[in-house]
């Protein structure tokens, strides 16, 4: 049985032998927005246009049935990057396009148009050489795109939101990744103000946004987003072992951030983050530092005991992340109404070495999945093992170039389909219009993008 309309997602049950037609669910289209404290509150429900229908159909046979591919190349792993330009110098830019020549990698490059950040280092377009710099960047095939207007809020920000432009200087930027939070992104918008804020980015030429989500940590075995399972708690601590096993960095700490990210709730990760800063405090021994640690390790304790945690942790390992079940990667936001904006969903990539080791790139080939990593190539804090940058000197990691290296000779065989974000999203426009045809007994496929074959 096959439904003849390439729309919503289907849910399988095998112990019921069941299958379920999500038209419609929130975690088809996941976005939240912070409340005042800082906490996410997601979407969970939207309201559909008056007389909005739907014209459902199957088509039953015992013939083999078509199966599309995800890339203009055919049944190929795709990876695709969207770097965050928080850590950017003039010299970190200079070098990270340099190794990404050489590598023969394509990516999604976040830039900042003002300088306001509160550390000494800035890269943005206010910069004396950086435009010229960025051109070099789109003249080696890369895209930019906005991550917000500068590293940090200042006085101009809102008005920087307000009244900004594409560069005439460069090509017209349709991509915007949310930055931190700062008061005029996505996030930080009340949801019954969201339609404005598309609608304003929409007359600004933005067709798409990222939904600040990432669908998990990446590793050696969480590297494919239409994979539910390497979201789940299982994928993660399994990864630890297996990074051990195959002799590739590891940071264990920045596993339990990424657990108390994935595998609890918000109040415990908040918690923990303010008893690790009584912690620091205490170390230091500053004033009232012990009953702040007192209060904030009740809290946690506190927090550690809600059931639903446990019952996650113990009885449910394998099952991913709510906002991971269904494998989204774009998607319409129903808050931004008809404004012609779609959405994007990443992975977290920080350890290079491991997530392109020849065991990822082995699992990449083998599923023909899809990653959309979420990157800092210029960050170079000893809490990220595997990064490209040892220090701000620019003093290369040599194995993290190595499996760069290996991707990028993946992506010039032909084995990979490295797409920009924007590449990759006009495609996937293109597999929403698919439509099937019957013919007797068999199923065609009509307005497929890519290769098409048949199986059992």
């Known amino acids: 049985m096959m439904a003849l309309s390439n729309f919503g ?5 095998p112990k019921k032998q069941k299958l379920r037609w999500h ?3 929130p975690d088809l289209t996941p976005s939240f927005t912070y409340d005042e404290a800082d906490k996410r509150i997601w979407h969970k429900e939207f309201s559909l246009p008056e007389g909005t229908q739907y014209e459902l159909s199957f088509f039953c046979t015992y013939a083999k049935v078509p199966e599309w591919a995800r890339t203009p190349l055919g049944f190929l792993p795709t990876v695709c990057f969207t770097d965050h330009c928080d850590f950017d110098t003039p010299e970190l830019l200079l070098r990270q396009r340099e190794i990404l020549k050489e590598c023969g990698i394509r990516i999604t490059k976040g830039i900042f148009l003002y300088d306001y950040s509160h550390h000494p280092f800035t890269a943005s377009l206010e910069h004396p050489g950086i435009l010229e710099e960025f051109k070099k960047w789109e003249n080696d095939g890369h895209e930019l795109a906005y991550h917000a207007f500068s590293k940090s809020e200042g006085p101009d920000s809102v008005s920087h939101f307000q009244n900004y432009q594409s560069p005439d200087e460069l090509q017209t930027i349709e991509t ?7 008061s005029y992104n996505a996030t930080r918008q009340k949801p019954e103000d969201l ?3 598309a609608a304003h980015q929409s007359e600004k030429g933005i067709r798409l946004n990222w939904n600040y989500v ?3 940590e990446a590793t050696a075995n969480c590297n494919n987003q239409l994979a539910p399972i390497d979201s789940s708690i299982a994928a993660l601590w399994k990864s630890k072992y297996l990074h051990q096993e195959l002799g590739l960095p590891e940071d264990t700490s920045r596993l339990f951030k990424a657990w108390l990210s994935y595998g609890t709730n918000e109040d415990l990760d908040f918690a923990v983050k303010r008893l690790q800063v009584s912690l620091s405090k205490a170390k230091n021994r500053e004033q009232n530092a012990i009953v702040d640690l007192l209060k904030n390790g009740l809290s946690s304790l506190g927090n550690s005991l809600d059931s ?4 996650r942790n113990l009885f449910n390992r394998t099952s991913p992340n709510h906002f991971s079940s269904f494998s989204t990667v774009f998607y319409k936001n129903p808050l931004f109404e008809d404004n012609d904006i779609w959405s994007f969903q990443t992975a977290s990539v920080k350890n290079y070495e491991a997530v392109f080791s020849q065991y990822g ?3 990449m080939q083998r599923e023909k999945g899809v990653l959309i990593a979420h990157t800092y190539l210029a960050y170079t804090g000893q809490n990220h093992q595997g990064r490209l940058f040892l220090d701000e000197s620019g003093e290369i990691n040599q194995k993290a170039k190595s499996a760069l290296r290996e991707l990028g000779n993946l992506i010039r065989q032909g084995k990979v389909w490295n797409p920009t974000v924007k590449e990759m999203h006009h495609f996937y426009r293109k597999l929403s219009s698919i439509q099937y045809q019957i013919e007797g007994d068999n199923l065609q496929v009509d307005n497929c993008p890519g290769p098409v074959r048949f199986v059992d």
Not at 9 to 13: D, I, L, P, Q, S
């Open 9 to 13: 997602a289907w849910e399988v049950f």
């Open 23 to 25: 038209l419609i669910h």
């Open 176 to 182: 915007y990744i949310d930055h931190g939070f700062l």
């Open 195 to 197: 339609f404005q804020w």
């Open 214 to 216: 990432d669908a998990f």
């Open 308 to 311: 639903k945690i446990w019952k």
């Open 361 to 363: 790139l082995d699992k």
